[in-house]
């Protein structure tokens, strides 16, 4: 017992003393010179040392697992992930010395599967997204090791009301901006953990700010936000890896969400196109998803009249989807063609209108 309290200390101390070598992540003003009274920001997770937003889960979920006494000396670690959360799992397993088994499609973009390998991480496939949890599970009961399970744990394990949160974080970093506490946060949901802690946080303290979460058409949660009796769909939730699901996460949490945007797949990847040859840096597709979203709120209160900020999340690098949605061929074989909502979303930069 002791000796296990000994090394449990170590290991918070350890990824305690890498958050404090670690910098914040930079918020990003997103130009559209046609609308002077609104400001668009992106908070740019991708510049974690594990390149996306998942970086702050999964030093959440790990210290939720140490303090909860289910991560111990020799624990080998099993999660179930679309990529982001495992590689940035496999770090932090890794810092801990304890093996780390993702779940993963086999339809993952190879560049995460390569980052979960260069972390000391091992992959186990499944062939569709939805066989990852029980897949997960009993690997963990086969190894004796843990499951972290991110899409319970998500919204429980982030401390929502401080503690260097990204809701926190962004709410800080616009203290000096002339509209400082935004119009809308708009953010995605894999798990749900991001707009259940922003929700919170603006909750908690009160501020006027709405929470969006910008969706995949094929997933199910904006079904289920609209009614609650739907808790799964059969088809795909679509190629935007990260956001979208098939299940409806328990970490989703729907009562905090002011507002819900369904945005098409081909219109995800134009924004993710467009926004990294504006910003002169790579974004993945949950990015472009965003972007649009951002775009539909913009021109929607600037019709109205209205003044004020839009932030949101730069989700992760689009090196990582170089295969697939940066791909010629990976499009052209999907019929999928960006060169209509491309002009749409640069339109929209040029003119403050948007037709999306
Ligand atoms: C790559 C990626 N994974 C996951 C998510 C979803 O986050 P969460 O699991 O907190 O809902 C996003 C959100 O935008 C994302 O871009």
New binding site residues.
Partial sequence: MTNTREWVNWAIGRIEADFNRSADTHLIPLPVPALPDIAIYLKDESSHSTG???HR?ARSLFLYGLCNGWICEGTPVVEAS?G??AVSEAYFARMLGLRFIAVVPRSTAQAKIDAIAFYGGECHFVDAPGEVYAAAQSLADDLQGHYID?FTY?ERATDWRSNNNIAESIFAQMAREPHPVPRWIV?????????ATIGRYARYNRFGTGVCVADPAGSVFHRHWADRSVARVDHSAGCI???GRQRVEP??LPDIIDRMEIVEDIHSIAAAHEVSARLGRSC?G??G??VWACARLAAEMAERGEKGSIVS?L??DGARYRDTIFDKDWLAARDLDVAAPRQAISDFFETGRFAG
């Fill in positions: 996306s937003l998942k889960l679309s982001s959360t991110q998500a953010c995605g949901a894999g798990t749900g953990g991001t707009s890896e990260g956001i970490s989703f993945g949950s990015t998803t965003n999340i989700c992760d």
